[in-house]
């Protein structure tokens, strides 16, 4: 069974940085691309962050461009957002997702296995 | 970026009806287009694919269609456990964003 595991959420005031981790298990990490979408609380789904399965394309939302980073560790089959400068807006679950299908673009196929959310709150 | 706008924002229906919500593109995303299905505190479930595609193990009731600009996901019957917060969003270009998401409830 394919399962995706985020962690590395938590209280962070503004200005400050959080890692967020997102561990696979039962694919091939690498054959994947892997996405992070965002959701404030009470509000709806916002796509985030996307990289390719090879990892050397990776393509961000406005709204964290420049802030965020995508990267992930094929060893140890993680997924990685690096979030500096952190905003209150930046306050959401956290979820990452894979594409039900190898290449590149990964968009016809939609993401079908979802991890169950990491808490970001960013306050003082 | 596309923006992706859903109607209605919300819904209220009874355990049987049919049920239709429609996806505007702000330009032509061929169909390049998903659906997903939110229950409250759970992450995001993913019905059909590719406009019309139905993902496997998704009961066959949905179904989805359109193309170019204008989509429609429909529900022929809907179900107790179909009450839940639908979103649609296009895959054609980066960002690949979301509708607002359209809230089905029980009437």
């Known amino acids: 069974e394919v399962q995706l595991l985020e962690s590395g959420g938590g209280l962070v005031q503004p200005g400050g940085s959080l890692r967020l981790s997102c561990a696979a298990s039962g694919i091939t990490f690498a054959n994947y691309a892997l996405t992070w979408v965002r959701q404030a609380p009470g509000k709806g789904l916002e796509w985030v962050s996307v990289?390719?399965?090879?990892?050397?394309?990776?393509y961000y939302a406005d709204s964290v461009n420049g802030r965020f980073s995508i990267s992930r560790d094929t060893s140890k089959n993680t997924l990685y957002l690096q979030m500096n400068s952190l905003r209150a807006e930046d306050t959401a679950v956290y979820y990452c997702?894979?594409?039900?299908?190898?290449?590149?673009?990964?968009?016809?196929?939609?993401?079908?296995?979802w991890g169950q959310g990491t808490t970001v709150t960013v306050s003082s | 970026d596309i923006q992706m706008t859903q109607s209605p924002s919300s819904l209220s229906a009874s355990v049987g009806d049919r049920v239709t919500i429609t996806c505007r593109a702000s330009q032509s995303i061929t169909t390049y287009l998903n659906w997903y299905q939110q229950k409250p505190g759970k992450a995001p479930k993913l019905l059909i694919y590719?406009?019309?595609s139905l993902q496997s193990g998704v009961p066959s009731g949905f179904s989805g269609s359109g193309s170019g600009t204008d989509f429609t996901l429909t529900i022929s019957s809907l179900q107790p456990e179909d009450f839940a917060t639908y979103y649609c969003?296009?895959?054609?270009?980066?960002?690949?964003?979301f509708g607002q998401g359209t809230k089905v409830e029980i009437k």
């Open positions: 590719a406009a019309s």
């Open positions: 969003q296009q895959s054609y270009s980066m960002p690949y964003t």
């Open positions: 997702a894979k594409s039900p299908r190898g290449g590149w673009p990964p968009g016809l196929y939609g993401m079908d296995v």
């Open positions: 990289l390719s399965d090879s990892g050397a394309t990776a």
